[in-house]
Structures are given as structure tokens and as C-alpha cells.
DNA sequence: CCTGGCACTCGGTAGAATCGAGTGCTAACA
DNA sequence: TGTTAGCACTCGATTCTACCGAGTGCCAGG
């Protein structure tokens, strides 16, 4: 409840804002005037940083639980610690060797190391990570494949530019022989190779029944694949730790609804609409506009595969939460994880 | 705690046993002896139910939480009403029509067949479902395929017989050009193909050098895939209602606990173990090897394919669930995916 | 503008009283 | 011998009360 147009607070009352909400993410309990005024050595008695602190109360920084407890910062405290006092995350060094290390020795299929990924950043900062792959919209056919796995049944292959594969198998009424599979596969291999996977060009038909049929059953199950399925795979990593911190969760149902979503993917749309910003963003309690998000935070960054924004790698937690700690983590991780895949890529 | 080798029960207690069990599964409060006699036509009165609860109590079906409460099972009870009562698992028609529906229409990849079926029945069971995909060490090559990504990096990409797919990045030293990739790949097509996967033969030399590079390359990544990954693929569906049982669990971590073990698919050893049975088998509290499964019940169930034992589905709740829905559920659940897994496979 | 002092608020905790569902036991009964 | 009614007893859960104390708002003096 900001009745004052926020405005930039003076260096007191900032340091006393910081107090509040680095001692409440520290302890989980309302930060009283006297405790500020002890550990912090602002040189001001208990009485005054009261003052400062109604003060801060009636901008909408913090707030009280209840009349004659101490105070706990509003989603716009958390605000305000994030953009004038986390400028540069700090990471452990424990945890910096643990990241490097991890992505010195990676070298497993895209979606191993993605899932990796998220289970480290996860490790990392103790939250619920989240990575979304790169989008395959820029990916290209580098090669096309028909599998025949039983009379009837193909299995359709492409291997994309950055190391995906997507498949799909396909069921025929009139049986292709062998010879006629691998001539439709040469056939799209010819003409979709280089070609962008969301924009596949359409095959001429080969006059051959049998094969004009498998044809358009191969394209229009890419197609689908394209048009149908999220394209950017999310990996989820650390789901326990949203169960383990529903202490910090109103309800606890609350907890469950929260990996309902990540399960569902809804998230999804949040996180690359986000997607528009270069360095760490972090999104507090209500700036998400999804209600089930009210007391969490998401603390993301987009890493850039050859200069080009790639996907996005995000921990999900709650808005109580080490803000410097994790945006540290994430920031390295998206940074590594870009370099990591525009070399193998 | 049976002080008698347990034993066949009588009728009336037997009744009365299962009458605890159904009432405890869909109040989860102590079941008393006024409440036995009340709600079942058993013909006797409370004071006779109380006397068999108490045989009952010494042998070990049922305990009370504490004196002058009602009865709740122990693993001991839920087992014999497993064994005795469920012998024909019940499941709700518009369950069977969801189930029927899912199978009708499923057309994708198999990794995501897998996947949904594990929300499937995750959605049919209301508890978290576990799908243990076909051991692919009965699947064999059906096809080899080397592409080159960029200089220097290769993907390996192997078809399998049942429509998985296989496949790492590979970095070589020394760049082999595009003559040679293909090469390599047209030799290991042509003496891969039909072999079983975890048993691949060895390519002779050609003497090439940077060709035998890439062979080894080759040979060696999918020995490494063999070994290291634990092949079966753990499909998990519906961890939010682990979560969302909480209340079911003796602390609230439990639950993390779980979905950790489940993340890191600890589980599987088990799964495994237990594919010995052929129908359906439960697995009850203390029954579970697993320390953090004192409180969870597991129902399984092998499917087949082709006649084979392939993999394996099942759920995981509380041992106070519903068991007649969830075999049920397992069972159908089983062996449609094993139909669906023949007719495609 | 800061500070010490002071009355006041109110959540949290501890203890006492009470309630009631449920038990075990015993005696009577078929 | 098995069943039933009656009864004293247990003990978790709930309610109520009193009380403590951290924390606040405000005021008067430095």
C-alpha cells in the first residue's frame, strides 16, 4: 500500500531496509527495531529506526503481521534490496568450483545436459530449478531418416543443427517396401536439409502412390511436432525442495499446486516472456501474474548460443529467499551453460 | 507385533478387519468398535466387535495410536485385506472409458507414450505413478547414423527396435571429413544392424586413421551409454500429489524425502526386483526395503510385450489408499500399454 | 532531529478444566 | 460357550485463563 509515489529512500532508511529483509531471510521471523539497531551498526538508537521504519511502512516497503510484531518486507522491499543492493550476485566458491567443474565435464546429449543443469543449479541454490532449452525455431534439418520398425510402421527421424533429434513413428495402411522408404528418405533429405525445422518446405509429389503417402505422412508429422508441442522443452530440477520449503508457503497445499504447474508447464509462458530482458531478471511475489506464484520468486537469466538469445535457466522459490546467492548462481550458469553449447553446439 | 503365527481369521473377523481397513482408507481416522457395528449389518453389537479387536490386536491386523482410541491398520492388516478382498481390482467406468480413450488414440514417440501414460495413471489413481520404460537391452539396431554438427563434432545417433533412440556428441581431435563420417557410419550400419544393443561387436580396423578415430569414438560412446545409464527410463507422473498426501505422511519432509528419492530414481531397484511377479503385486510399508517407504504402498505391475515381460507400471501412495481402485487402475493400465506396445513396436 | 521513557497491544505459551469417543472388564443371559 | 449390557477408566483434543514479553506508537526532553 504505497500512499507515497516511491521515490528513492534516503541512505538510513535504506540501510535499515536492508537490515529487515537481509535479517528476515536470514531468520523467517518479524525483524524488531531493536534487533536492526544491535546488529547493525548504524550508530542510531532503537527509537529512531522505529521512525524510519513507520516511515517505511506508510511507502509500502514493509509491513507488520499483526500490531506489536516486528516487520517483514513487502513484495516492493524485496524490490528495492534487489535492485540497489544484489548488483553483483555472490556465489561461494564451493559453489563457483561446482559449477565450473560441472560444465568443464559435460559431455552427454542436449537433453541430458540440460537436465543436468537444472539439478545443479537446483544443488546450488537450494530452490526448485527450471531450464528451458534452446528453441528449435532456429534449428535446422541436418539430416532426415525412415526407420521401418515393423511392416507398416516407420519411424521418422530428423537430427537437428543443435544436436536434437525429434522422431516420430507413423502407421501406413498400404505397406512401403524397403526400397521405396529409403527413396522418400533421400528425397527429404535432399530437399529439407539446411532447411529451418519450423519452415519445412513441401515435397513434390513422386507420382508413386505408396510413397506420396508416406510423404505426407512424414510431413505432416513434423508439422504437428512443430505446431502441437512446446517446442522449448523445460527441465525441471530439485522439485523436492518446493515440498521441503512449504514452511514458507501459506498453505501447504500451496506447495503441491506449485509442482501441479511446473508439471503442467505452465510456467512456461511466463518464463519467455521474460525472456525479453539481456541480463538476471528477477520477478517478486505479485509482479508474476500468476496467482499460484503470489509468494515466490523467479529469479531468471537467458544464455546466448553464438550471440543469440537461446533459451533461459531460472530457480523458482520463495520470495523469502537469498536473492544475492541466487542470482549469483543463476547469472554463472546461464553465462557457462551459453559458452558450453555455442562450442559443441 | 503376531504373538500367533498368523492364521486363517473367522468370518466375523475377517469382516470386521476388512471393515477397519475400508473405513480407515476413506475416513483416515481410528476406526472404533461402535462404528464397525453401526455402519456394517455384521448383527452383533460393539461389545463383540470390540472382543475381536482385541484378537484381532494381538495377532497383529490392527494397533491403536494410542489407548482408548480407535483402531488403525497395520501393514499386516492391509496386507490381508489385499490378499482377501481386492482380488478383482474395481475401477470406476469413467475411469476404464479414460483409460480406453488414452490407448485408442496414443500416436507418439515412445518416450513420450510413456510419459503421459505415467499422468494417465497418476490422473486415474490420484497418486504419483511410476512407468519403468522396455529394457532396451532386448532391443536391437535398427539403424546407425553419424552427422556432423560442426567441425570436429559428431553426433552418433542409433535406432532401435522399439523406436528409442540413442544418441551423443561426440568431439574429435582431428577433423574427419565428410567422405569419411559417412563412411564410418555405412560401416557401422552394415555390421550393427540387428545386433542387440548391449552387445555390440567390435568394427574392425580400416586403417584409416582418422576414420578409426571416430570408430572408437563411436564404439566407445554407446558402450558408455550401455553401461553407465541405468537403461530403463523412470517415467514419473503426478508428483504434486505426493505433496498434496502430505497429510498421510508422519512429517511433512517425508514427502520431500520421497520426491528426492523419486528425482534421483532411487526407486527403480526395487521396480526392478519385484518384475519377477506376473500380475499385479503390492508392496506394503515395512514390506519396502527403503527406509523412507515405511509410510508409502507400491502397487506394481509388469506389462508385456510380445509375450515378454518388457517393463514395468506402477504407483506409489500411501499405504492408506485406495487398493481396489489403484490395482485396478495398474492392471488396466499394464495391460492396454503392453497391447499397444505390440501392435506398434 | 534524535533519544529515553512509558503505556499499550497482542501473539504465543503454559496450565487447568472439561468433553467425549473408545476401551477393557465383569456380570448376566441365551 | 458365545454374546450382550453396563460401567469405570483412559487419554487425546478442545477450550479457557492467565501471563509473559517482544515490539510498537507517542511524547517530552536533550
Not at 510456467?267 to 515466490?296: F, H, P, T
Amino acid at each position: 500500500m504505497a500512499f507515497v509515489e516511491p521515490m528513492d529512500l534516503d541512505e538510513r532508511k535504506a540501510a535499515i531496509l536492508r537490515a529487515v529483509v537481509e535479517e528476515y531471510i536470514e531468520t523467517a521471523e518479524p525483524v524488531g527495531s531493536q534487533r536492526v539497531a544491535r546488529t547493525r551498526k548504524l550508530g542510531v538508537s532503537s527509537a529512531t529506526v522505529r521512525n524510519d521504519m513507520t516511515v517505511l511502512e506508510h511507502e509500502g516497503y514493509v509491513t507488520q503481521p499483526h500490531t506489536s510484531a516486528g516487520r517483514i518486507p513487502t513484495d516492493l522491499g524485496y524490490r528495492y534490496f534487489v535492485d540497489h543492493f544484489t548488483k553483483e550476485g555472490a556465489l561461494r566458491v564451493a559453489h563457483q568450483r561446482a559449477v565450473a567443474e560441472f560444465f568443464a565435464t559435460a559431455h552427454r546429449a542436449l537433453e541430458d545436459l540440460l537436465h543436468e543443469t537444472s539439478q545443479l543449479l537446483s544443488r546450488v541454490t537450494d530452490h526448485t530449478a527450471m531450464v528451458v532449452g534452446p528453441q528449435p525455431e532456429v534449428a535446422h534439418i541436418r539430416s532426415v531418416q525412415l526407420v521401418t520398425l515393423h511392416p507398416g510402421v516407420v519411424l521418422a527421424v530428423a537430427v537437428l543443427s543443435n544436436g536434437a533429434v525429434e522422431k516420430f513413428t507413423l502407421e501406413l495402411p498400404d505397406q512401403p517396401d524397403e526400397a521405396q522408404v529409403s527413396a522418400t528418405a533421400a528425397a527429404f533429405e535432399a530437399h529439407w536439409s539446411g532447411c529451418a525445422f519450423n519452415d519445412l518446405p513441401q515435397l513434390a509429389p513422386s507420382g508413386d502412390d505408396a510413397v506420396d503417402a508416406l510423404a505426407r505422412g512424414v510431413q505432416a508429422g513434423f508439422a504437428q511436432l512443430v505446431g502441437e508441442r512446446p517446442m522449448e522443452m523445460l527441465y525441471v530440477g530439485g522439485t523436492s525442495r518446493l515440498a521441503a520449503e512449504h514452511e514458507s508457503f501459506a498453505t501447504a497445499e500451496s506447495a503441491a499446486h506449485l509442482l501441479e504447474l511446473l508439471e503442467h508447464q505452465v510456467v512456461v509462458v511466463s518464463l519467455v516472456r521474460n525472456l525479453l530482458d539481456q541480463g538476471v531478471s528477477v520477478s517478486i511475489g505479485s509482479e508474476n501474474e500468476i496467482e499460484e506464484l503470489r509468494d515466490c520468486a523467479i529469479v531468471l537469466a537467458p544464455y546466448q548460443v553464438e550471440g543469440e538469445p537461446a533459451g533461459t535457466v531460472g530457480v523458482l522459490g520463495p520470495t523469502r529467499m537469498d536473492y544475492r546467492l541466487t542470482i549469483g548462481a543463476v547469472a554463472a550458469v546461464s553465462q557457462q551453460l551459453g559458452r558450453l553449447l555455442t562450442r559443441v553446439d
